[in-house]
């Protein structure tokens, strides 16, 4: 089974910054795209940005210029470096990764649990 584990959420204020990581573990032999969402009350889950194997990324126009999305392979992990936070940078986060468990295998799509962002005053 693989297990993908959100941290770095939390409470700051509007202008501050956060740093969300995300790590993969157990059955993994590669791992392809990996990326951010988030969900806001009332709202759509929406795409925040993504980071291909080949470090390739992709931003929504909301966050361009402010978020930061990274990967270390070797540790499996996905980061997004937030700054200059908003208000309506407010939901919950989830980790996304494209995997694949074994050689020959197609890869799976898998999620995080989620981590709770509030940008508030």
């Known amino acids: 089974q693989v297990q993908l584990v959100e941290s770095g959420g939390g409470l700051v204020q509007p202008g501050g910054s956060l740093r969300l990581s995300c790590t993969a573990s157990?059955?993994?032999?590669?791992?392809?795209?990996m990326g951010w969402y988030r969900q806001a009350p009332g709202k759509q889950r929406e795409l925040v940005a993504t980071?291909?194997?080949?470090?390739?990324?992709n931003y929504a126009n909301s966050v361009k210029g402010r978020f930061t999305i990274s990967r270390d392979n070797a540790k499996n992990t996905v980061y997004l470096q937030m700054n200059s936070l908003k208000p309506e940078d407010t939901a919950v986060y989830y980790c996304?990764?494209?995997?694949?468990?074994?050689?020959?295998?197609?890869?799976?799509?898998?999620w995080g649990q989620g981590t709770q962002v509030i940008v508030s005053s």
């Open positions: 980071i291909t194997s080949s470090s390739s990324t």
């Open positions: 996304n990764a494209d995997i694949a468990t074994h050689w020959g295998a197609f890869s799976g799509d898998y």
């Open positions: 157990g059955s993994i032999f590669s791992i392809y795209t």
